[in-house]
């Protein structure tokens, strides 16, 4: 049958699939249920295999979404002899991967870059299209190095289709990746296709039919044999506001009802399963239908022509919903122990239906669900632990059993970022036991839910000290303290932390002394911290809890050793970020934005905060949000961006103001003092930084005022506040500041140079001399542009060039736009020529290095367009936007939006 409807949609898929010029390598196909995704996913594959080209791919299942690399097995693992002409490095990567052999689980980039491998030996044999149904509910890890093959298709003949539920307001959508949404018929394309499939429809049932299904092609198919012959009466009977699912679904159910028992057994038995079936027949597996069942249920409708005896595909989603909707609660609970029988090999899956099984309290099994919620959090299923660990307290024949499975569960929400199940759980367990450890545990996670969401800092500090008092037991105190610690770490507070310094007296948790020493100001002791750091990281197994590892990536963060540590980064913001522990995957990200910053890629520094903004923001997780704000600051007072660093600032003020939160308060100030000495404007950055700390004073407990030195000396000494200056440098000195940590170092000299009388050629040198300084890239291009000034006001031009070169340079690559022009107008006072206001004329595109995605960016800049709205046209955050404006600019040699029509037409 002709496919009705969907000339166009065809023609963009074939397009596609012939790899015509000017169109993408992969479309995507969404829509709501039973629109035709199937039906044209299922035409481009005939399409492709008639032409030739080679189909591999598969299906999502529901039920191995929690499962990674299940889609990867579906795409690789049915093609063995292409895995073995890989490269030995290629081959084991994916094989263990698969779970065809043993070993550790490889590095997510090492996945990634072995599958193209494999993708490429494939297509080294000819053409081929990847073609996938249901790709919402394929495994996060295998999306992901799908994306990574998306993104690199263009080299090797393949191109992919695949077919997903509709869209959410709150996705984005890869640059690359084409969509394609599928709407419902047009009216006179719904008619033409319910006579084709109905005939001979009464009128008044046509019409009605086709008013409700409202171009729905599975409601144009079904309606008319879920209601009967008088298909009009039928719709008579429902309520006139039903939505269309509801009814499609009730017309399933109707359906099932009609089978006999044996047969709705077997089919509840696949529909908890939730994906097709690879069973061999016997009396032991009760799912596994007859050829005869099959072709009963297949006129029915509820499954589609390619299922087999071992292999059940229900036609839409909706069909399993009515299976388990029409069954009892005892064939439930039996279907239930079925599966949970048939996976005791799988403890992953086993653990679901277990659980569903049980109804008595059974410390058994209790026990087993509680050891399967431990290995699916540890495989970055924190949130979905929540769940099982709910049904273990449940199960639970001892009260106090109960009690502490539900504070195991209120933990594990709290990390996954559900704070409101985690207080509800919490309320829970206080019916389960008087006892007072459990009742100080429960007092520690509820101060770790306002510390997450609210940031309240007094309430959570007297809920901690209770806890303290309540307990004797080493980790609960240890925990409780921890808390305390990042308390005071916000609140800066004298009295909070002489708190913290008498509990920490009586602790021997080795790990909890490094976070006070590093969370305390780092008054001393930088290089055995780093050595104690070190240890930890040596020590610390591969499947340690996300919160052990955002602890330790943080204290790396303050002693400069985060670079050294990106690999665990990375993997806990890989693994964490869907359905695992939340509120540690926005850590992750905020530490991983910090990392990228000093490491100069600022556009990846910007990305990594606006993906923990954005998840911080969906949990409700307000501190974090706040952090991310600051460091957005931060990024945006580097770029001369002030108005966008007085906005954070505000926001950040109206909040952590009423909170006391003086850490987010004197981080703010500090991209005030940041933007202000990047436009030039010394005496408010001077006013900012003094704010911010006393010259000659340097309070502990407080961070950002050890990193504002350099900027308030700097500041300082524009405005001739010379006294000022030298008595800032002589605190920090005598604190000790050079021997904190290696960046803290180059500070220390730089501002030594821009003090001295005697030699401060000699002192820029011996900064610019130290180990690493090219890590940290603003740093290097500020210094270089100080010893530049010095030596073109002491009339060195000659010795002036280079090192004002070398910082526009810098200054550019980075996308700090305010001082590379201050670098060029430098260079530019000691007879160098610079045409235009902001650079060197260019003159053709060749010279010019802008991404695909930066011209398209700036001819909708040139066009008028905000940041908002270029964003809302190129699927990005307005921040990015801004980020590829301040990086477009220095390359095209200007310094403003009104200057990009003039720049882009010189291209031309």
Request: charged share 25%; glycine share 8%; with cysteine.
């Amino acid at each position: 049958m002709d496919i009705v409807g969907r000339e166009s949609e065809l023609a963009t898929l074939y397009a596609m699939i012939d790899r015509r010029p000017g169109t993408p390598s992969n479309l995507t196909l969404h829509g709501d249920p039973g629109i035709g995704k199937t039906v044209l996913l299922q035409a481009g594959i005939r399409y492709a295999e008639e032409r030739g080209i080679r189909v591999i791919g598969g299906t999502g299942f529901e039920s191995e979404a929690k499962l990674a690399f299940a889609g990867l097995y579906q795409l690789f693992g049915h093609l063995p002899s292409y895995l073995d002409r890989l490269e030995p490095f290629h081959r084991s990567v994916l094989r263990r991967v698969l779970g065809l052999d043993d070993g550790p689980p490889p590095d997510r980039l090492a996945v990634c870059t072995a599958s193209l491998a494999a993708l490429s030996a494939i297509a080294a044999d000819g053409p081929v299209l990847i073609a996938v149904e249901d790709a919402h509910w394929v495994d996060v890890p295998t999306r992901e190095v799908m994306m990574f093959l998306l993104l690199r298709m263009s080299t090797i003949d393949v191109r992919a289709i695949f077919a997903r539920r509709p869209l959410v307001a709150s996705e984005r959508v890869t640059p690359g990746i084409g969509m394609l949404e599928i709407p419902p018929l047009e009216p006179l394309a719904a008619a033409e296709l319910l006579d084709l499939l109905h005939p001979d429809l009464p009128a008044p049932a046509r019409e009605r039919i086709l008013r409700d299904a409202a171009g729905n092609p599975l409601a144009l198919a079904d309606l008319p044999h879920a209601f009967g012959t008088n298909a009009a009466v039928g719709l008579e009977m429902l309520p006139a506001a039903a939505p269309l699912r509801t009814r499609l679904e009730a017309g399933y159910a109707g359906r099932v009802t009609t089978l006999p028992a044996p047969t709705r057994t077997a089919l509840l038995v696949s529909a908890l399963d939730g994906d097709p079936l690879d069973r061999t027949a016997d009396a032991a597996h009760p799912s596994v239908l007859s050829l005869d069942d099959i072709a009963a249920v297949e006129r029915l409708g509820l499954i589609t022509r390619d299922s087999t005896p071992t292999r059940l595909t229900f036609r839409h989603p909706l069909v399993r919903s009515a299976i388990v909707n029409t069954a009892a609660p005892d064939e439930i609970r039996a279907a239930h122990l079925h599966l949970a029988q048939q996976y005791r090999g799988n403890p992953e899956l086993r653990v679901w239906h277990l659980a569903a099984a049980t109804i008595e309290p059974d410390e058994a099994i209790a026990q087993e669900i509680e050891r399967g919620a431990a290995l699916i959090s540890s495989r970055g299923g924190t949130g979905l632990a929540v769940a099982a660990m709910q049904r273990a307290a449940a199960l639970s024949p001892s009260p106090d059993d109960a009690a502490r499975r539900l504070h195991d569960g209120a933990e594990l929400a709290s990390a996954s970022g559900q704070l409101d199940l985690a207080q509800r759980l919490l309320d829970e367990a206080r019916h389960h036991t008087d006892d007072p450890s459990r009742s100080a545990r429960a007092l520690t996670v509820r101060a770790e839910v306002l510390l997450r969401r609210d940031g309240d800092l007094a309430a959570a500090d007297q809920l901690l000290d209770r806890a303290i008092r309540q307990t004797s037991e080493p980790a609960g105190r240890a925990r409780a303290t921890k808390l305390l610690l990042m308390s005071a770490f916000y609140s800066a507070d004298h009295d909070r932390w002489a708190h913290c310094a008498a509990l920490m007296q009586h602790c021997d948790d080795e790990e909890l002394h490094l976070t006070f020493a590093v969370l305390g100001g780092l008054t001393a002791g930088g290089e055995t911290l780093r050595h104690q750091l070190t240890a930890a990281f040596d020590d610390l197994p591969l499947d340690a809890p996300p919160g052990r590892v955002v602890d330790l990536c943080r204290a790396a963060m303050a002693v400069d050793g985060l670079r050294e540590r990106r690999t665990w980064l990375r993997g806990l913001v890989e693994r964490e970020s869907g359905t695992g522990a939340v509120t540690h995957a926005v850590a992750g990200h905020l530490l991983s934005a910090h990392d990228h910053f000093l490491a100069g890629d600022w556009e990846a520094s910007e990305k990594a905060a606006d993906v923990g903004m954005d998840l911080a923001v969906r949990h409700g997780l307000e501190p974090a949000v706040n952090d991310l704000r600051c460091h957005l600051g931060w990024l945006a007072a580097a770029r001369g961006d002030v108005e966008t660093v007085h906005e954070y600032s505000r926001t950040i003020e109206r909040w952590a103001g009423p909170r006391s939160s003086r850490a987010h308060l004197a981080q703010s100030t500090r991209n005030l003092a940041l933007a202000a000495l990047t436009d030039g404007d010394y005496e408010a950055a001077y006013e900012h930084a003094t704010t911010l700390v006393r010259p000659g004073h340097l309070p502990g407990f407080a961070h950002a005022a050890l990193w504002a030195t350099l900027d308030l000396i700097e500041a300082a000494t524009r405005i001739n506040r010379i006294d000022e200056a030298r008595a800032h440098l002589a605190a920090a000195e005598a604190a000790g500041l050079a021997d904190l940590t290696p960046r803290l170092r180059l500070h220390i000299y730089a501002a030594r140079a821009m003090l001295s009388q005697e030699d401060p050629v000699g002192l820029y040198r011996q900064a610019l001399a130290l180990p690493g300084v090219e890590r940290w890239p603003f740093e290097h291009a500020r210094i270089r542009l100080a010893l530049g000034e010095h030596y073109r006001r002491h009339q060195q031009p000659g010795a002036a060039r280079p090192e004002l070169r070398r910082a526009t340079d810098l200054f550019a690559r980075l996308g700090a736009t305010i001082w590379s022009r201050r670098a060029e107008q430098e260079l530019r006072a000691t007879g160098i020529a610079i045409t235009g206001a902001g650079g060197p004329t260019r003159t053709d595109s060749q010279s010019i290095d802008l991404t695909a995605q930066q011209l398209e960016v700036a001819h909708l800049a040139a066009a008028g367009l905000s940041n908002k709205e270029i964003g809302q046209r190129l699927y990005l955050s307005p921040r990015t936007v801004g980020a590829h404006l301040y990086r477009i600019f220095p390359k095209l040699g200007i310094t403003s939006r009104s200057a990009l029509r003039d720049a882009l037409d010189k291209l031309t």
